[in-house]
T-cell receptor, first 116, second 111 residues
Framework: GAVVSQHPSWVICKSGTSVKIECRSL??????MFWYRQFPKQSLMLMAT?????????EQGVEKDKFLINHASLTLSTLTVTSAHPEDSSFYIC????????????FGAGTRLSVL | SQQGEEDPQALSIQEGENATMNCSYK?????LQWYRQNSGRGLVHLIL???NEREKHSGRLRVTLDTSKKSSSLLITASRAADTASYFC???????????WGAGTKLIIKP
């Protein structure tokens, strides 16, 4: 159990276009979903935390108008990179938590975004 | 959201040897977790140790926690080529579902 699907796994787009990444918890309801960005050979950088039905909480330095997060249901969160530019090229990973005291996060496989 | 340090940054050993990675953190914690990431993939939860536990085992994994030193270690015994991956520790604090991530250790197992 605790499978998280992230789609697409790889996307190439032109500068100025928007890209939507989906994150779904397939066999459980996620109280909270997280969006991370990861640069090569580095650790995870938390971008935002989202709870179903409420606005996402963005980390300092992350532009909320640039990275739109929608958490429409307990099993689906989306990240839209608006007007993407080459500097937005990165590896984006989502995770979902069931909550509770153990606070384990279940990760999607990640999305490699390349902006030309 | 990164507060942990891990050492070594990279570790290369022969298959069959044991691999030990260390993690240090800065604040008091509820739990400490270890995750594994294969190249270009998401992370997979390996093991969780609570702040009131000192040692935990899961298969070939052994985790220790020393809250007085704010450090943890992950031991992988009898390593296999398939253990090649990056390993991250993560901690959480009271009532905050965010995890604070270590910098990671890249482990290479040579066949």
């Amino acid at each position: 159990g605790a499978v998280v699907s992230q789609h697409p796994s790889w996307v190439i787009c032109k500068s100025g276009t928007s890209v939507k990444i989906e994150c779904r918890s397939l066999d459980f309801q996620a109280t909270t979903m997280f969006w991370y960005r990861q640069f090569p050979k580095q650790s995870l950088m938390l971008m935002a935390t989202s709870n179903e039905g409420s606005k996402a909480t963005y980390e300092q330095g992350v532009e909320k108008d640039k990275f739109l997060i929608n958490h429409a249901s307990l099993t689906l969160s989306t990240l839209t990179v608006t007007s993407a530019h080459p500097e937005d090229s990165s590896f984006y990973i989502c995770s979902a938590s069931r909550g509770g005291t153990k606070n384990i996060q279940y990760f999607g496989a990640g999305t490699r975004l390349s902006v030309l | 959201s990164q507060q942990g340090e891990e050492d070594p940054q990279a570790l290369s050993i022969q298959e069959g040897e044991n691999a030990t990675m260390n993690c240090s953190y800065k604040t008091s914690i509820n739990n400490l977790q270890w995750y594994r990431q294969n190249s270009g993939r998401g992370l997979v939860h390996l093991i969780l140790i609570r702040s009131n536990e000192r040692e935990k085992h899961s298969g070939r994994l052994r985790v220790t926690l020393d809250t007085s030193k704010k450090s943890s270690s992950l031991l992988i015994t009898a390593s296999r080529a398939a253990d090649t991956a990056s390993y991250f520790c993560a901690t959480d604090m009271d009532s905050n579902y965010q995890l604070i991530w270590g910098a990671g250790t890249k482990l290479i197992i040579k066949p």
